[in-house]
């Protein structure tokens, strides 16, 4: 297998170079819509818990589809290059699937899988398309907060092929099966990603017939070039300074700081978690492509939001982590709930930019937004497990407030109730919009949600509680006033953020999202006589 040799005097006009770039995006994004249909899970049905990415040869990511989270979008170059390691670009045939969910070469935790395939075109290696998606279970204890090291939190998946040239490997479907509580749920969303794959590779196989492999290629240069070159010119408008912060998370026994610092120069911009606390007992520490990825988020949001996101984008930054820290954690520690430490990071890197471009960013949101996971049996004694995300309020701006109920800074969706109690035998008696959960501010912070749901089978449910902000409220900006924080209960009685406990029948869980952080003081702007 070849790569099709770019010639720099066959020259792509402008034109073809916008057609080109906008196809690649819109590829992307049918890629997804066949993951989404075909799959069996809520969590990427409903909720929309994935990415999709088209790479060049070298592994360099090209364009994303833009219902992804930003999680995936910094973790699937890093997992494509560590397939690329394990497999040269020699070894790889049409029909080829790879594999992992390594948290710290996939996306941080295992319920992550990650699938890779070549686009190959007479004989010539166009690039690859990967997805990651959260699935439904991958064995072990319930997903929570609570395990002691990774071995406890199910299968881990090295890099393997999953197909090679189009027939699948029966021993790892074997291995994969025999592992997980829904095993025709976990399978079923594999075969969606391989679909995702197979629709990405024929429609850039004829994009390239339609304008050439050399064409093609050079477009993904330039947009490359192109998109370095925007985001270089944002940074140089920026003040340069170093700019500092820190964020507090509930933890277990007690609170735990995230100190973050960046510098802004002429070369681009650094952020060091340098001073961060330890790597912790309990899976709430994040592999370090987890916090490579929800730092270049906010830092891609602040310097240039809306250029499509691509290797270019990512160049200017630098991320560091000490080692053994909680954002860079040594094997095995567990890391199941990752996100609980790594949706903070956003907050740190915009309480520290407020301070040097306050217009360009928000006041912390009521993130990390809760989940739960609901295990059991339904009507028909068959096992359920199903994943439920709710959404807390957006942390207000300049000259705008915050939005209510989103999620953030994942892009998932909220699970409809209806679809839940489909599912399984929970009855939803309440689920609206937390009123006055917002900080109060020039422009208010978004407000969270209030859920309220009973166990109305005939036995006992399962719930894991992965969830956080309930010590504090999110973090206000220039005067505004804080958001409420998030509450849970289990029949009036409140519990803990990070729990694993049963519902007996006709039990009922209430749970409350924080609200977002108010924006400028609200007695500098109005008179309230």
Not at 80 to 104: C, E, H, K, Q
Not at 420 to 436: A, H, N, Y
Not at 473 to 494: H, N, Q, T, V, Y
Request: aromatic share 8%.
């Amino acid at each position: 297998m070849k790569i099709k040799a770019v010639n720099p005097n066959d020259s792509l006009s402008p034109g073809d170079l916008e057609i080109m770039w906008s196809r690649m995006l819109s590829i992307m994004d049918e890629a997804a819509a066949t993951m989404i249909r075909t799959a069996y899970s809520v969590t990427i049905r409903e909720s929309k818990d994935l990415a999709v990415v088209l790479f060049n040869p070298e592994g360099q990511a090209l364009a994303e589809s833009s219902i992804a989270s930003p999680s995936f979008l910094g973790t699937l170059p890093r997992t494509l290059n560590a397939f690329l390691d394990m497999y040269p670009l020699s070894d790889w045939r049409t029909g080829d699937l790879v594999i992992t969910n390594d948290p710290w070469i996939g996306s941080g935790h295992l319920q992550d899988i990650t699938m890779a395939a070549p686009i190959i075109s007479e004989g010539h290696l166009l690039g690859f398309v990967a997805i990651s998606a959260h699935g439904p279970d991958i064995g072990g204890s319930l997903y929570s907060a609570l395990s002691r090291e990774i071995y406890e939190e199910g299968l881990r998946i090295p890099v393997c092929r999953y197909a090679r040239e189009g027939s699948r490997d029966p021993l790892v479907k074997s291995f994969i099966t025999s592992n997980v509580r829904v095993p025709e749920k976990v399978i079923g969303d594999l075969e969606g990603m391989a679909a995702c794959c197979i629709k990405a590779g024929e429609q850039v196989r004829s994009l390239a017939r339609e304008f050439g492999a050399t064409h093609y290629h050079q477009a993904g240069k330039e947009l490359i070039a192109r998109s370095l070159a925007t985001m270089q010119d944002a940074i140089a408008k920026a003040p340069s300074g170093q700019f500092s912060s820190s964020v507090s998370l509930n933890g277990f026994d007690s609170t735990l700081e995230i100190h973050c610092a960046i510098e802004i120069s002429s070369k681009g911009v650094t952020v060091d978690y340098n001073g961060t606390v330890d790597s912790q007992e309990f899976g709430i520490n994040v592999p370090y492509c987890y916090t490579y990825a929800h730092t270049l988020y906010p830092l891609k949001c602040v310097f240039s939001p809306r250029i499509p996101n691509n290797h270019g984008v990512t160049l200017p930054f630098e991320v560091r982590a000490p080692e053994g820290c909680i954002l860079n954690p040594e094997f095995p520690a567990p890391v199941n709930a990752r996100h609980l430490t790594g949706q903070f990071l956003s907050a740190a890197v915009l309480l520290a930019l407020s301070k040097a471009l306050p217009e360009q960013v928000i006041a912390e949101s009521g993130a990390p937004r809760p989940q739960m996971v609901f295990s059991g049996e339904d009507q028909h004694q068959a096992r359920f497990v199903e994943h439920i995300f709710l959404s807390s309020g957006i942390g207000a701006g300049s000259g705008h407030e915050g939005p209510s109920a989103l999620c953030y800074p994942t892009n998932t969706s909220n699970t409809p109730v209806e679809i839940m109690e489909s599912l399984t035998p929970l009855l939803v008696e309440s689920k609206q919009i937390r009123w006055g959960s917002g900080g109060v501010g020039k422009f208010n912070g978004g407000c969270g949600q209030r859920f309220v749901v009973r166990n109305n089978g005939a036995n006992s449910v399962r719930v894991s509680i992965l969830a956080d902000m309930t010590h504090r409220g999110a973090s206000p900006l220039f005067g505004g006033e804080s958001g409420i924080p998030a509450s849970f209960l289990l029949d009036g009685k409140s519990i803990s953020d990070k729990a694993v406990l049963d519902m007996p029948r006709q039990s009922v869980l209430e749970v409350n999202s924080a609200g977002g952080g108010g924006y400028g003081s609200p007695d500098k702007f109005f008179d309230n006589s």
